[in-house]
């Protein structure tokens, strides 16, 4: 167990709204990810960070932006949530090249 | 870039047989990790079985064990013994070795334990 929470767990929303996720872990750890999870597609890296206020993009950022201000926090937004953006949300931490995981978050964004 | 592939969407296997999952990819590089990832129900991910590229002896872990064969870019699963515990999806890995590395992931083998 690396620690690793998420919240909310599940968040039904509505197409055009704000939305914020949050990753926090407790073993300050440096590297942190946010991942999405869709069927046939595995998962695809949104965005990470390898220090606090230093971040940068993965593959499917278009849409998302991230913050961390903290070590122990990293936050993912959706500036205004569509429906494509319905998925299932894992934040990770990364250590000696292996990933930990989050629980994950279930996004129904209507 | 890297990319890793696995080409068997869904397997199925009797209880207590043995089952192999498949996983290629495709890299430039020489020094690397190779991991392996369950994802029961429950949607958390579990690590399976991890493999340093440099390391010539495959990887085993109980009833868990590779097949890596680094020429070939081949990266394949076997599990032995199969119990209905291990139902899952199951995603293949790959990161590059040193500092940070973003981690490529295959797109996953359901694979279904039938009693």
């Known amino acids: 167990d690396a620690g690793i929470t998420q919240s909310p767990r599940h968040k039904v929303t509505e197409t055009g709204t704000p939305v914020t996720l949050r990753c926090h872990q407790t073993?300050?750890?440096?590297?942190m990810y946010w991942y999405r999870q869709d069927p046939g597609h595995g998962l695809r890296l949104i965005h990470y960070s390898y220090g606090v206020k230093d971040t940068d993009k993965g593959e499917v950022s278009d849409g998302y932006s991230v913050s961390r201000s903290k070590t122990e926090d990293f936050l993912l937004t959706l500036e205004s949530a569509t429906s494509s953006q319905t998925s299932v949300y894992f934040c990770a931490i990364s250590v000696a090249g292996e990933q930990f995981f989050g629980p994950g978050t279930r996004l129904t964004v209507l | 870039a890297q990319t890793v592939t696995q080409s068997q969407p869904e397997m199925s296997v009797q209880e207590a047989e043995t089952v192999t999952l498949s996983c290629t990819y495709d890299?430039?590089?020489?020094?690397?990790?190779l991991f392996w990832y369950k994802q029961p129900p429950s949607r958390q991910m579990i690590l399976v079985i991890r493999q340093e590229a440099y390391k010539q002896q495959n990887a085993t872990e109980n009833r868990f064990s590779v097949n890596f064969q680094k020429a070939a870019k081949s990266f394949s699963l076997k599990i032995s013994d199969s119990q209905l515990g291990d139902t899952a999806m199951y995603f293949c890995a790959f990161t590059l070795s040193g500092g940070y590395q973003k981690v490529t992931f295959g797109t996953g083998t359901k694979l279904q334990v039938i009693p």
């Open positions: 073993e300050n750890h440096r590297y």
């Open positions: 890299t430039s590089e020489n020094n690397y990790y």
